[in-house]
């Protein structure tokens, strides 16, 4: 770490060691505000912004444990939390762990809406950088269909990973298949499955056995 990091990260131990030594009498939650404009953050970093990043996605994820209180995620503004994941990814746009932060802690918890949020959060980032961040559109497709058991939400997830993801694994860009056929629809499943075993990209000869019976397996349900 540079000096500037250690500068950075010695302030913050130190805010943190404050926090944990305040009284827990009377102890109220305090409610999360805007992050500071990114030029503000880059200008308190020293231009560091991949530094920047980091500590922006350090204190969105300590501010849930404040002196005498604990916040459950849900509890949180959701709005004000998806403007620091952006505010972070802004600053480092390869940065995975915002994302990653969205997937499995914000979009982890017993609120429909607010999973729903953000789904609709980490949809958004997928689209500025699909080779990179399809990891976390897969794993939204798969709370959408068995975590919220929306079909359609699934589909259009996995949908978006087939067309725009042309870098992902193949299971990625096999998942409308499955969800076609979980929503009855067989006909679009065939077409999608026969797209994928004529465009040349499966090379496996076992993946290609297995989709060619899924194929056959789909024909004869659809009476086709």
Do not use: C
Request: aromatic share 10%; hydrophobic share 45%.
């Amino acid at each position: 770490m540079n000096r500037i990091g250690v500068i950075l990260a010695s302030a913050l131990m130190l805010q943190l060691l404050w926090h944990a030594a305040m009284p827990w009498e009377g102890a109220r939650a305090q409610a999360l505000q805007s992050p500071p404009a990114l030029t503000a953050l880059r200008l308190a970093s020293l231009d560091e912004s991949v530094m920047a990043s980091r500590f922006v996605m350090l204190y969105l994820q300590a501010f849930d444990i404040q002196p005498g209180v604990i916040i459950p995620y849900r509890d949180l503004d959701y709005g004000i939390v998806q403007k620091w994941l952006e505010a972070s990814l802004d600053l480092d746009t390869s940065d995975k762990y915002p994302l990653f932060a969205a997937t499995y802690f914000y979009a982890g918890v017993k609120d429909e809406r607010k999973t729903r949020s953000m789904l609709d959060f980490i949809s958004r980032e997928f689209l500025s950088d699909p080779e990179g961040r399809w990891p976390w559109l897969a794993s939204g497709a798969l709370i959408a269909k068995y975590e919220l058991h929306d079909l359609p939400l699934a589909l259009e997830y996995s949908e978006a990973l087939r067309k725009d993801a042309t870098g992902a694994p193949n299971w990625v860009r096999e998942m409308s298949i499955f969800t076609l056929a979980d929503m009855n629809r067989l006909d679009a499943a065939k077409i999608v499955l026969g797209g994928l075993l004529v465009d040349g990209r499966i090379k496996d000869p076992n993946e290609i056995a297995f989709l060619k019976r899924r194929l056959d397996r789909i024909g004869r349900f659809s009476g086709r």
